[in-house]
C-alpha cells in the first residue's frame, strides 16, 4: 500500500466562488444560468497531478487499498449524461460522466459486517461528505474520472469527483482523496452547514432512480 502524503499536491493560490453567484430559491432554474459555477469551500484549488493521485479506501473493509488513477480506469467504467444540479438553483443540462461505480470499488475492498455508511475527504482538507451504503450502490453514483467530454479538470475537481447523480451537486466532492467505510453517518460539510444530509433532487427516497444505462 502506498502511503498518501502532501506530497504532489500544490495548492494554486485563487478562486472562491462560494454560494454568491445565484440567490435564487431552492429548485428555481435561471434559464440564463445554465453553466457550471466553479466552487472551492477552502477557497484554492489543490493540484493533484494525474501520475501523483491516490485514492486510500479504508475503515470497515476486508482488504484496505489504495487505488492510482490507471486502477481505476482499469476497472469496469460506467457513463451516462445527466443534468446537473446545484441546490441554489443552477443546473447544467446534459453532462456526460464517465468513471467507476462506487458498488465496484467497495467490491473489490469488501464491506465487512457493522458498515452502515461512507465517508468522503477532499484533497482540499476542508470539504467532506457521507453516503449510506445503499445510496453508494445507486448504479449512478460514480468516481468520475472524465466530465464534459474530457479528464476532469482540475477546476471541477480533477483528477477524479464523485458523482452522485440522483442528489444535489454539494454530494459530488471534488478532488476525491480518501472512501472511508464507517458504522454511522457522518455530516459532512455542507450538511453541518444546513443543507440536508439526503440530498435527493426530486425530494423522494431515491427508489425510483431508473440509474444508467
Ligand atoms: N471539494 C469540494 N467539492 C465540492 C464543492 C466544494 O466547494 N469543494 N462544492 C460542491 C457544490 S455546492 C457544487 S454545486 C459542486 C460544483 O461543482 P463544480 O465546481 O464542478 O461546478 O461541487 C461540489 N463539490
Ligand atoms: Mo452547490
Known amino acids: 500500500m502506498a502511503a498518501l502524503g502532501a506530497a504532489g499536491i500544490a495548492f494554486g493560490a485563487k478562486v472562491q ?14 434559464p440564463e444560468g445554465n453553466h457550471f459555477r466553479i466552487y472551492s469551500v ?15 479506501v479504508d475503515g470497515l473493509v476486508e482488504r484496505r487499498a489504495t487505488f492510482t488513477l490507471a486502477d481505476l480506469e482499469a476497472m469496469p467504467r460506467t457513463s451516462f449524461v445527466r443534468d446537473f444540479q446545484c441546490v ?16 465496484e470499488i467497495l467490491d473489490t475492498v469488501g464491506v465487512r459486517p457493522g458498515a452502515v455508511a461512507l465517508s468522503f475527504d477532499s ?4 470539504d467532506t461528505e457521507s ?19 474530457a479528464p476532469v479538470t482540475t477546476e471541477h475537481g480533477g483528477p477524479v469527483r464523485l458523482y452522485v447523480a440522483p442528489m444535489f451537486g454539494y454530494k459530488s466532492l471534488k478532488w476525491l482523496s480518501a472512501i472511508h467505510v464507517v458504522d454511522q453517518v457522518q455530516p459532512g460539510f455542507w450538511e453541518r452547514n444546513g443543507y440536508p444530509v439526503n440530498g435527493w433532487i426530486d ?6 432512480d431508473p440509474g444508467s444505462t
Open 131 to 149: 453516503l449510506t451504503l445503499s445510496q453508494a450502490r445507486l448504479p449512478d453514483v460514480i468516481v468520475a474520472y472524465r466530465m464534459l467530454g
Open 42 to 56: 477552502s477557497g484554492t484549488y489543490p493540484v493533484v497531478t494525474r501520475d501523483r493521485y491516490r485514492l486510500v
Open 203 to 208: 425530494g423522494s427516497t431515491g427508489a425510483n
Open 123 to 126: 484533497f482540499d482538507n476542508t
Open 17 to 30: 466562488e462560494f454560494g454568491v453567484s445565484v440567490a435564487s430559491g431552492l429548485g428555481v432554474l435561471l
Open 88 to 103: 441554489t438553483g443552477w443546473r447544467v443540462p446534459q453532462v456526460h460522466w464517465e468513471g467507476v461505480r462506487l458498488s
